[in-house]
């Protein structure tokens, strides 16, 4: 990044009230040796934010505190705010219109026009279990297995798959390598399958992603291929990165308009993953925003 662009960013930043060193210019300079800690307290942050927006935490410090307020009439009013918002958020029809709104629209596979050098598949659909020893499928899955129903189809000539340890706890469980295992162990041919392991996060999936495609496929049609809600800041990601890409979205959460009683007006435990889930795409946005990731 140019200097003209960093001061002007400090100077965003100063004029907002806060003030930051950025490691989207440090991370082009790899000999920084402060660069580990700016990388680590973002991802630390990232990780306490995504918790905290959780609507679950919302109602419960709404609950807890109707329960030891002193004042009746603060009690009463803290727990009509936690009826409210706990129907909000539970409530079906409301997340599936604001999660339509924000998902990038699927298309058939018939839809897409040409053939592409590789597919990209982002991470966060699988971890492999010692235990069992086995591969453990997480929700996300489906962002390989609709770029693996691509693969055959021919409409991908390669697979790459981006993504290392989004864990605090873990860090060296590596997501990369099992699905390239997984590929292999059902006949994916190994000279067609790419991995990146290194990255943490979206904006890291993109910057490390990059170098590989233009060594794999310099100046090559690329297919994105990951969740409808997170293809809004993955593509951006990508394309901040140098990365055009056309996009394949998967896992949608959203579906059609239902005017079904127990859909409208019955709570559904379910409706707050949703909402975890859009909260941690619009949280996102926001920082990566704010540090010029997209």
Same mark, same amino acid.
């Given at each position: 990044m140019h200097s003209r662009n960093k001061e002007g960013f400090h100077h965003i930043c100063?004029?907002?009230?806060?003030?930051?060193?950025? =490691?989207?210019?440090?991370?082009?300079?790899?000999?920084?040796?402060?660069?580990?800690?700016?990388?680590?307290?973002?991802?630390?942050?990232?990780?306490?934010?995504?918790?905290?927006?959780?609507?679950?935490? %919302?109602?419960?410090?709404?609950?807890?505190?109707?329960?030891?307020?002193?004042?009746?009439? @603060?009690?009463?009013?803290?727990?009509?705010?936690?009826?409210?918002?706990?129907?909000?958020?539970?409530?079906? /029809?409301?997340?599936?219109? /604001?999660?339509?709104?924000?998902?990038?629209?699927?298309?058939a596979d018939s839809q897409l026009a040409k053939t592409y050098d590789i597919g990209i598949v982002l991470g966060g659909m699988m971890s492999y279990d010692p235990k069992l020893k086995r591969v453990q499928f997480d929700r996300g899955s489906d962002r390989l297995f609709q770029g693996l129903n691509l693969y055959h189809e021919g409409r991908i000539k390669k697979i790459l798959v981006v993504g290392g340890s989004g864990s605090l706890l873990l860090p060296g469980n590596l997501e990369a390598p099992v699905a390239r295992n997984y590929l292999i162990a059902i006949g994916v041919p190994p000279s067609d399958i790419l991995i990146e392991s290194r990255s943490r996060n979206t904006h890291e999936n993109a910057m490390f992603a990059k170098p590989i495609l233009d060594s794999?496929? =310099?100046?090559?049609n690329y297919l994105l291929i990951?969740? *409808?809600?997170?293809? =809004?800041? *993955?593509?951006?990601? /990508?394309?901040?990165?140098?990365?055009?890409?056309? @996009?394949?979205?998967?896992?949608?959460?959203?579906?059609?308009?239902?005017?079904?009683?127990?859909?409208?007006?019955?709570?559904?435990?379910?409706?707050?993953?949703? %909402?975890?889930?859009?909260?941690?795409? %619009?949280?996102?946005?926001?920082?990566?925003?704010?540090?010029?990731?997209?």
């Open positions: 100063k004029r907002r009230g806060f003030a930051v060193t950025l =490691p989207v210019f440090l991370l082009e300079y790899p000999g920084n040796p402060n660069l580990k800690l700016y990388i680590a307290m973002f991802f630390l942050f990232s990780k306490l934010l995504e918790f905290l927006i959780e609507p679950v935490m %919302w109602i419960l410090i709404l609950l807890l505190l109707a329960v030891f307020s002193s004042n009746a009439v @603060r009690r009463k009013r803290f727990l009509i705010a936690t009826l409210l918002v706990y129907c909000f958020f539970t409530n079906n /029809f409301i997340v599936n219109e /604001f999660m339509h709104a924000y998902e990038y629209p699927a298309v794999a496929a =310099p100046g090559g990951t969740s *409808a809600s997170h293809m =809004p800041r *993955a593509y951006r990601c /990508f394309l901040k990165a140098g990365v055009h890409t056309d @996009r394949f979205s998967v896992d949608r959460y959203s579906g059609s308009m239902k005017f079904q009683f127990d859909y409208m007006f019955l709570p559904d435990k379910s409706a707050l993953q949703e %909402w975890d889930v859009l909260l941690h795409e %619009w949280m996102g946005d926001v920082c990566y925003k704010l540090l010029g990731y997209i």
